[in-house]
């Protein structure tokens, strides 16, 4: 037999051993497809492919139907992806008798969700003076793929969910509280840490009368009537220590005013923070 015009005698197959004129040369077979699927960003994703007939077999890999430099193996691994390099993977399987493409697999770059608990309030005032309810805010998380998202919320150091949603009320007793809001999109979580203090209605008092110690010059006067306020309190004197903080205000209004409106403000609403939560223990 006259092999001398035969195309598989320049690719070296005779010479590879693998085809000879007793043994026919068969085109690839590809047995394994790729497999889609889907991936956290910054992780690896790997393809695969089997296929059967003659060797040795040639690959290339493409993505979107554009061959991908160096995937010329029967596994691409792609490091590290991104959303980039979501899209859809095929590979063209070539031997000396001839190529077949497999089935495009399409890679999912999933993007993991932020958490952000800052929307919380991380100081609220107990009107018992053993407890508060506390609305834990995950407003302002945020998917970047639009995914939605489940909230669940926890205290440091306990296994079990302290509540459950974007919005939720919890009861913490008076004390430091560190909390922790997970956010999941279904594929991948992210965590946020807050730390939220439940104080008295006396402590809120004590650390009033620190912020005007900080800001004011002249503090004695201010000083006397949060003294008396929180002694009121001490005592169980509510409308006692209602009166007093706002005589405090009104100090404030007097004193302050003019000269430092911006300080003013805050220690008034600091003041009056207290007293609508001692209006709730008293009534209307």
Partial sequence: MDLSNDPRESTGIFALG?????RPCDSPVILTEPISRTNNANTDAIFTVAAQGTPPFT?????????IPGGTDSTLVLPNVQKLDQGSYSVLVSNACGATHSSSAFLYVNRLPVADASATQLLVISSNGTSASVILDGTRSTDPDGDSLQYVWYESGNANPLANGVLAMASLPVGTHALVLVVSDGIAAATNAVTVEVITTAQAVAQLADAVTAAVSRVQPFLATLSAAEASLNRGNVVAAINQLNAFQNKVRAQLGRNGPTTSAVLIQAAQEII???MGVTGP
Avoid at 59 to 67: E, L, N
């Fill in 276 to 278: 609508e939560v001692l």
């Fill in 18 to 22: 693998t085809f000879t004129p007793d």
């Fill in 59 to 67: 690959y290339q890999w493409s993505k979107d139907g554009v061959g």
